[in-house]
């Protein structure tokens, strides 16, 4: 895209969202026209249809093109295997939730983030995991299905070898590292992570940075720790 002088990110915050890959499948099929293009516009997109079409004029060269589909054709392939990955996770799920396999997740009381998630197409995961451990840990701000399953599927639902929240942060090694003698700082000694906890940081710290601008409890949290 940058090759060809379109600079779609100018437009599109996600080009990976359904406005920005909309756009450059029309693209790829041969649409030239900006005016056309921003058309494709979702309608909950913050940015105008004049704001979207004033970086979607390029060259076209016929070689960057077809870079253009190809790599479109290997990204829906990869989406597709995803896909059938999900679909045997979400057996497994299905085979471990035992007793609770017939109950329901209780709708999550945002309504915006439960649209996101049906969206994404992780109301499934999110169902499962419920069943499987019992709780719904989506109805924590910026927990996300896929953060919740990285969460379950490295530590289990059971967390009670871990008494209180300060433990757990300590074993993922995210609460930080002072060491001092007599009032004076110490030199910081490499701490070692297991696998595990550097996954489950890794998303959690992810789903943190998402609290940038909510309006929430955990986002006034996070803006206060940021300033400090």
């Not at 309608?43 to 979607?56: D, T």
């Not at 057996?91 to 017939?102: T, V």
């Not at 927990?143 to 209180?164: H, K, M, N, R």
């Not at 090694?173 to 696998?195: D, F, H, M």
């Amino acid at each position: 895209m940058d090759q060809m002088n379109v600079r779609l990110h100018r437009g599109v915050s996600d080009i990976d969202g359904v406005t920005g890959m909309a756009i450059m499948r029309a693209i790829a099929e041969g649409e030239r026209d900006p005016k056309r293009l921003t058309r494709l516009r979702d309608r909950h997109c913050r940015k105008s249809e004049g704001e979207i079409a004033e970086p979607l004029t390029g060259h076209w060269r016929e070689d960057h093109v077809f870079r253009l589909q190809q790599s479109q054709k290997m990204y829906d392939s990869i989406q597709e295997r995803m896909g059938e990955y999900e679909q045997e996770i979400l057996k497994m799920l299905a085979a471990l939730a035992g007793e609770r396999g017939g109950a329901e997740a209780p709708p999550l009381k945002n309504p915006n983030k439960a649209k996101a998630i049906r969206r994404r197409g992780e109301e499934p995961m999110r169902q499962a995991l419920y069943q499987m451990s019992g709780v719904d840990l989506t109805d924590i701000d910026a927990i996300g299905a896929q953060t919740a399953a990285v969460v379950i599927s490295e530590y289990g639902a059971d967390l009670s070898s871990f008494p209180t929240e300060k433990q757990f942060v300590s074993h993922l090694r995210l609460a930080p590292n002072v060491p001092s003698s007599g009032g004076k700082p110490l030199p910081k000694k490499r701490r070692r992570k297991s696998s595990a906890s550097t996954r489950v940081a890794a998303q959690l710290c992810m789903a943190a940075l998402s609290l940038r601008n909510r309006k929430t409890a955990l986002g006034a949290t996070y803006r206060n720790a940021s300033r400090r």
